[in-house]
């Protein structure tokens, strides 16, 4: 997994992913598809990992299917984010959404 938003704190970062931008959707953990996210957004799993949070960005169904793996019980928020807020806010995003 490579692809991640940096936030300006290390937790808090679903809170603050939505403060973003107004298109930013929270999504159900039970709910969430790759498949079924709008056009021009992607899935990003906002992953606690006790001391810091991580919010990865699923680029693609295998990503997506990494960060929703069924043994992976860490607490975790999904969020639709336009592409384009992803873009700014995760360095190198070029590399995975562009290739």
């Known amino acids: 997994m490579g692809l991640y938003m940096e ?8 809170e603050l992913i939505k403060k973003l ?3 930013v959707q929270p999504v ?3 709910l969430v598809s790759f498949k079924k996210c709008p056009k021009g957004f992607l899935p990003v799993c906002v992953v606690d990992n006790v001391f810091f949070e991580a919010a990865g960005v699923a680029y693609s169904e295998d990503e997506f299917n990494e960060f ?3 043994r992976d019980t860490r607490p975790k928020q999904w ?3 336009p592409i384009e807020v992803i873009r700014q806010h995760a360095p190198g995003a070029g590399a995975y959404l562009d290739g």
């Open 7 to 14: 936030v300006e704190s290390n937790t808090g970062k679903a």
């Open 21 to 23: 931008d107004d298109r």
């Open 28 to 30: 159900c953990t039970h």
């Open 68 to 70: 929703n793996h069924y």
């Open 79 to 81: 969020l639709y984010v």
